[in-house]
């Protein structure tokens, strides 16, 4: 099969295509013919060199998002070939994973696909809404709260405002201006644009400070100045946490393999509640191009790639 792969660190130039031997799944694994998997920031971590240097592997592959029909079935495993499913692979050191024609997973990192939803936007939901709906988790904020999302029309951002919105908070979303009626039809109740002062344009919403902030867009201290005395700052990024002070507390989030969450999300995106959004598509075999496009930025919506 093929796979698209990293074999020395450098930038997306770095993103190979490889013929490699096809997956075969162990007990409780299922193998996953790959219908699109999705790009992500994690990815440009593995080529840029955030996870180490390649000396003692061949390759790594590449890809944590994927949304594809069931292959093949190890002993110990119920569900059936042909099945639509959805998945985050979160390992990130493993030969091959989801940007490849097949995948081998293990059953805590599946889940059902949305029905009726094409598998190009399914792929979109894996990864970031279990950080968005985590991340939420570690901000337990009381009905009629105040909740700011950094980067709040991104692919975590916005998971995270439509999640909140079920959880009867209200949200100080900040985009770009051109993001304020996409983010006000996701359940904003207030918009600061990107091009604010972050404190100052949410003190001036929510005086004294919102009770949280959920850091999509890794802005550190700016971000955490935006919160109320006490209050809580949750960050994606282990890399960009500020200092605490003024007694905030200061999380940071990562998502891993739960199978129960996935298909908790995937229902939610079955029914409208959450919104998957694919910004642009690219065949495998256009994999480095694809991870330039990542690089530069920009885009709503998730890049993904179809076998």
């Excluded at 949304?67 to 493993?94: E, N, W, Y």
């Excluded at 909140?164 to 600061?192: C, N, Y």
């Amino acid at each position: 099969m093929r796979a698209a792969v990293v074999k020395k660190i450098g930038g997306p130039e770095a993103v190979e295509i490889v013929e490699v031997p096809l997956p075969e799944p162990g007990p409780f694994e299922v193998r996953v013919k790959v219908a699109a998997a999705g790009l992500n920031p994690a990815d440009a971590a593995v080529w840029g060199g955030f996870f180490g240097p390649l000396d003692e592997v061949e390759y790594i592959g590449l890809g944590l998002d994927a949304a594809g029909t069931i292959d093949a079935v190890g002993t110990g495993v119920l569900l059936k070939v042909g099945t639509p499913v959805i998945v985050f692979d979160a390992p990130v050191v493993r030969p091959t994973k989801a940007q490849a024609e097949y995948l081998v997973t293990d059953l805590n990192s599946i889940a059902p696909a949305p029905e009726g939803m094409a598998l190009t936007l399914a792929a979109t939901i894996p990864l970031n809404a279990m950080t968005a709906s985590l991340a939420l988790d570690h901000l337990p904020l009381p009905p009629r709260g105040t909740l700011l999302v950094t980067g709040a029309a991104g692919a975590v951002g916005g998971y995270a405002v439509e999640l909140a919105r079920t959880r009867g908070v209200r949200i100080v979303a900040q985009g770009r201006p051109e993001d304020e009626e996409f983010l006000r039809d996701r359940g904003a109740t207030w918009f600061v644009s990107r091009d604010e002062e972050l404190s100052a344009a949410v003190r001036r919403l929510v005086p004294e400070g919102v009770d949280g902030v959920l850091d999509a867009a890794a802005l550190g201290a700016p971000a955490l100045a935006a919160v109320r005395d006490g209050g809580i700052y949750v960050s994606v990024r282990v890399d960009v946490l500020p200092a605490p002070e003024r007694g905030v507390v200061v999380r940071h989030t990562f998502a891993g393999p739960d199978a129960t969450r996935l298909a908790y999300l995937s229902a939610l995106a079955e029914v409208g509640v959450l919104t998957p959004r694919v910004g642009q598509i690219y065949s495998l075999s256009q994999a480095a191009e694809a991870h330039a496009r990542l690089a530069r930025g920009g885009l709503r919506g998730r890049i993904v790639l179809v076998p």
